[in-house]
């Protein structure tokens, strides 16, 4: 028989190798793992950590030749959650991604197998020069197909200072540099605590040519500084707590997905240049004093949208309504809008412009919240949160209008008050095609929130409740209607 093919064998051709290699059939008779069809163990193997799929090698002849066949390799250090101190973690953790890595290399030498995807998690710092070069060695040697980056730092968000975010932006670029081949296949990438030169993030972008996933999360390239985006195949994009003044999403063919959080500018923070494709927009916002309230239909500029995400963290409302016919070219196509963390405080009724500026809309979801994730008033202010009304800007006078696609309200944190009773009518008036109404408990809120403990809970859980609440609906008025109550 020849020798294997340098560019790997097929699917079958690996999973006949497994069965090659079974022992004693009476061994394995009450082992149901290892009894399980060779594709489907396979399957499993391959989505754990690399140092778990190496050390199931151990259980069994069957399994010895396992982890030189996977076809996708996850190397990830422990959680990145937890709130303590990352610097000797981080340490201890690319000590192991490194030692992982090795053995991997050394492993599948003589492996007529390629590795479809390589998956990575490490933090810059400590020993990540030598990750570089143990990296572009994996992927010169195992003929790797495509890769995914997350890369952590030793600081979380909150204790990186500006000069520690530019000494990672400048571990990042001496990490590229150290293996270059890694870029071109890169597929997804995801970046924290990073402080580039504009030149050297757009030379990334250009670098990462089959990149399809990228995350920036309190990342920039100066305070203030404005980011151009560019990229021909990028599909999803996350841009959180940045301190760009302004993104401009200049060419970006292939964009579905944009995640855009927490911004500091004084004006629209963000631009819509050419993305054909973009159908999924998620943007919130903690607003304090200075922001700008922002207009969708000059926001959004010529992006029609199918499914629009406005979190608004129990703040201020930063969106101004507007008259439906400003609206009708950037809320054409929309499908499914979620207005959430809207504060308890806030009326519901300036919502209903999205709802008569939509008119395809199918379903609507309003999260209404009465936590304050800061509640001491002095610190309020220090931090220059808005002592007005959070809804004080966002006045929409009510109007007889009718909705044919509505199907489907839900609101999550609904109260038996007449706030929510009013509202409710309200849509069901508008949309004369509406079928189900859905009104879930709110949320479990952390126990360091001291404001919503002082808060009751009027969710209507008995059934006295629950009549209660579709008599003031006069839910008899629309047989085919359907009410819910979850919690």
Not at 48 to 68: C, E, F, G, N, Y
Not at 97 to 123: H, K, N, W
Not at 203 to 228: M, T
Request: a positive charge; proline letters at 4%.
């Amino acid at each position: 028989m020849g020798k294997p093919s340098v560019k790997g064998r097929s699917s079958s051709n690996r999973w006949s190798s497994i069965a090659m290699l079974e022992g004693d059939e009476r061994a394995l008779q009450h082992d149901w793992l290892s009894n399980l069809p060779d594709d489907l163990l396979l399957n499993i193997i391959e989505r754990l950590d690399v140092a778990d799929a190496m050390r199931t090698s151990i259980l069994a002849r069957r399994w010895k030749q396992i982890p030189t066949m996977l076809s996708k390799i996850l190397i990830m250090v422990g959680s990145t959650d937890n709130v303590q101190e990352r610097t000797c973690d981080a340490a201890r953790a690319n000590a192991t991604v490194l030692g992982a890595t090795r053995r991997l290399v050394e492993s599948r030498i003589a492996s007529p197998y390629t590795i479809d995807r390589l998956c990575m998690q490490f933090f810059l710092g400590n020993k990540y020069k030598k990750i570089a070069r143990i990296v572009a060695k994996t992927i010169r040697k195992q003929k790797v197909g495509f890769a995914e980056f997350t890369i952590l730092t030793e600081k979380e968000s909150y204790r990186s200072s500006p000069a520690d975010r530019f000494a990672y932006g400048r571990q990042l670029k001496k990490f590229i540099l150290t293996c270059p081949n890694a870029c071109p296949r890169l597929t997804r990438l995801s970046l924290e605590n990073l402080r580039l030169l504009q030149p050297d993030l757009a030379c990334i972008l250009q670098l990462c040519k089959r990149l399809e996933f990228l995350r920036l999360d309190n990342c920039d390239v100066g305070y203030r500084s404005s980011l151009a985006v560019e990229h021909p195949r990028l599909r999803e994009l996350e841009i959180v707590r940045s301190e760009f003044e302004r993104v401009d999403l200049n060419f970006l063919p292939e964009l579905t997905t944009l995640t855009f959080s927490f911004w500091l500018s004084l004006h629209d923070p963000l631009s819509f240049g050419y993305v054909p494709l973009l159908h999924t927009v998620s943007i919130s916002n903690t607003c304090r004093s200075w922001h700008k309230m922002l207009k969708l239909s000059e926001f959004l500029g010529k992006a029609t949208i199918s499914n629009l995400h406005l979190g608004f963290e129990r703040e201020k409302i930063w969106v101004k309504p507007e008259d439906p016919r400003e609206l009708w070219q950037v809320f054409s196509k929309l499908r499914l809008v979620n207005l959430a963390a809207i504060s308890e405080e806030c009326d519901l009724m300036w919502t209903l412009f999205v709802l008569q500026g939509a008119p395809s809309l199918e379903e609507l979801c309003i999260r209404v919240c009465d936590c304050l994730g800061v509640w001491d008033e002095e610190e309020r202010k220090k931090l220059g949160y808005s002592e007005e009304r959070k809804d004080a800007g966002a006045k929409w006078e009510t109007c007889d209008f009718k909705h044919h696609k509505l199907a489907v309200l839900r609101i999550c944190g609904f109260q038996s008050e007449v706030k929510f009773v009013d509202y409710i009518k309200t849509v069901m008036k508008a949309a004369v095609n509406l079928k189900d109404i859905y009104l879930h408990e709110k949320p479990a809120c952390e126990e360091k929130c001291a404001y919503s403990r002082q808060q009751g809970d009027r969710f209507p859980k008995s059934r006295k409740q629950k009549i209660c609440v579709r008599n003031s609906l006069d839910m008899h008025m629309r047989p085919l209607l359907r009410l819910h109550f979850l919690f």
